[in-house]
């Protein structure tokens, strides 16, 4: 079982910036990679950024240049960077990561976390 921590949501001003952090912890797991979802109310949960252990990014256009992912592979820590904060990235934001789970039979198992509110005030 791998557990997923989140925080750093809060209520910001435009403009403004943010760090949001996600711990994993467990035992006998990898990161394969971790990504930022967000979910506004009545909207489909989008990617937002990824990254693998690798540190090999993916990020979603809306955000380009205004945030940014981090890994830590030592703490099994994922950041996201957020400036420049718009009203439009008001929403939930979900960790998930990807692990290798190496009890008995090794496989690749999907976890979430239970999401932290960011709100961003014009």
């Known amino acids: 079982q791998v557990q997923l921590v989140e925080s750093g949501g809060v209520l910001v001003q435009a403009g403004g910036s943010l760090r949001l952090s996600c711990s994993a912890s467990?035992?006998?797991?990898?990161?394969?990679?971790m990504s930022w979802y967000r979910q506004a109310p009545g909207n489909q949960r989008i990617l937002v950024a990824s990254?693998?252990?690798?540190?090999?990014?993916n990020y979603a256009d809306s955000v380009k240049g205004r945030f940014t992912i981090s890994l830590d592979n030592e703490k099994k820590t994922m950041f996201l960077q957020m400036n420049s904060l718009k009203p439009e990235d008001t929403s939930v934001y979900y960790c998930q990561a990807e692990v290798s789970q190496h009890v008995g039979n090794w496989g690749n198992y999907d976890y979430w976390g239970q999401g932290t509110q960011v709100t961003v005030s014009s």
């Open positions: 467990g035992r006998h797991f990898s990161i394969n990679n």
């Open positions: 990254i693998t252990s690798g540190h090999t990014t």
